[in-house]
């Protein structure tokens, strides 16, 4: 079991099955991960919009998602995307 595989089954066993984010080298693992375990990947445009599409679900589905970024400029380009979460109470992993 690869590290990447642990954390993503500790997430899936709590209950975060579905994850957003945009697809980079530094992630590679971890999305690769999600599929293994059976976890549901949508890659989406930005990263901006992965943290909108994670309020979005926890709205209609009342479940938690998770968003997977590359390093660099990817958590940055998330940020308001996890703000809106945050500012409305929407847990985000």
Do not use: W
């Given at each position: 079991?690869t590290l990447?595989?642990?954390?993503?089954s500790?997430?899936?066993?709590?209950?975060?099955?579905t994850?957003?984010?945009?697809?980079?080298?530094?992630c590679?693992?971890?999305?690769?991960?999600?599929?293994?375990l059976?976890?549901?990947?949508?890659?989406?445009l930005n990263?901006?919009?992965?943290?909108y599409?994670?309020h979005?679900?926890f709205?209609?589905?009342?479940k938690?998602a998770?968003?997977?970024?590359?390093t660099g400029?990817g958590l940055t380009n998330?940020?308001s995307?996890i703000?809106s979460c945050?500012y409305?109470?929407?847990?985000l992993?």
């Amino acid at each position: 079991m690869t590290l990447s595989d642990k954390i993503i089954s500790d997430l899936i066993a709590k209950g975060v099955t579905t994850y957003f984010g945009v697809q980079g080298g530094a992630c590679a693992r971890l999305i690769q991960s999600v599929i293994k375990l059976g976890g549901k990947y949508h890659s989406v445009l930005n990263e901006q919009s992965a943290g909108y599409y994670a309020h979005g679900y926890f709205l209609a589905t009342q479940k938690p998602a998770g968003l997977i970024f590359t390093t660099g400029p990817g958590l940055t380009n998330g940020v308001s995307g996890i703000a809106s979460c945050y500012y409305d109470n929407i847990p985000l992993f």
